[in-house]
Structure formats: C-alpha cells, structure tokens
Nanobody, 125 residues
C-alpha cells in the first residue's frame, strides 16, 4: 500500500482559496487512481474529487464543481486539490485516498485502500 500525507489545510475567510497537497510514498504512485474526500462534524465522509493515473480524467462532486480542481504531478508523487471561492459549508477534514484499478465507483470510499490522516480546512463567514 501507498502511504499518504496531506498538507495545506488551515483557516481562511469565505471567498478565499487554499491548495491541499497529498504526498505519496513509494515509486508506484503513477499506478494509483487518487481521490479527495471530506468529513464535516456530524456528517458522513463524502466524495469531493478523483483523478486518473495519468491525470487526464477528473471527476468533481456537484457541490464543489466550478470551485475545486484536482490535479497530480507524478514526478513529485503528489496530488493536489485547488479550492477557490470557499464557503463556510466547505469546512471539514479533507482526506486523500488511493485505489488501484479503473472503476465507475470512484466516488465510493470503500473503493480506496489507502488513506491519509486528513487535514483540517476551516472557512469563516
């Protein structure tokens, strides 16, 4: 399994931006499909974004479409989540996750075998 470490979270005002990073260990990062999920207090963890192994195919949740972008740099073993026009409802712990194999169920957390520890994002109004 790949080891994942998120960074880049913090406190930001509504309308602001943050870029989350997820660094992966190992030399096989380019073989993994990657995803971002988030969990707000009292809520279940929900899908945010996913990206294919080569970065050409991305999927974004409707709740953040047009504001969030996922990308990856396989040379740096890193996947990113660029978050713009942040809203208070985006406040959550954000997790990156890795899975192997193509799947139409990219939005299901059960499809991902490896998870990071999470990074807190707080958006103030």
């Amino acid at each position: 399994q790949v080891q994942l470490v998120e960074s880049g979270g913090g406190l930001v005002q509504a309308g602001g931006s943050l870029r989350l990073s997820c660094a992966a260990s190992g030399r096989t990062f380019s073989r993994y499909y990657m995803g971002w999920f988030r969990q707000a207090p009292g809520n279940e963890r929900e899908f945010v974004a996913a990206i294919s192994t080569n970065g050409y195919d991305t999927r974004i949740a409707d709740s953040v479409k047009g504001r969030f972008t996922i990308s990856r740099d396989n040379a740096k073993n890193t996947v990113y989540l660029q978050m713009n026009s942040l809203k208070p409802e985006d406040t959550a712990v954000y997790y990156c996750a890795a899975r192997t194999g193509y799947s139409l169920s990219y939005y299901r957390e059960g499809m991902y075998a490896s998870w990071g520890q999470g990074t807190q994002v707080t958006v103030s109004s």
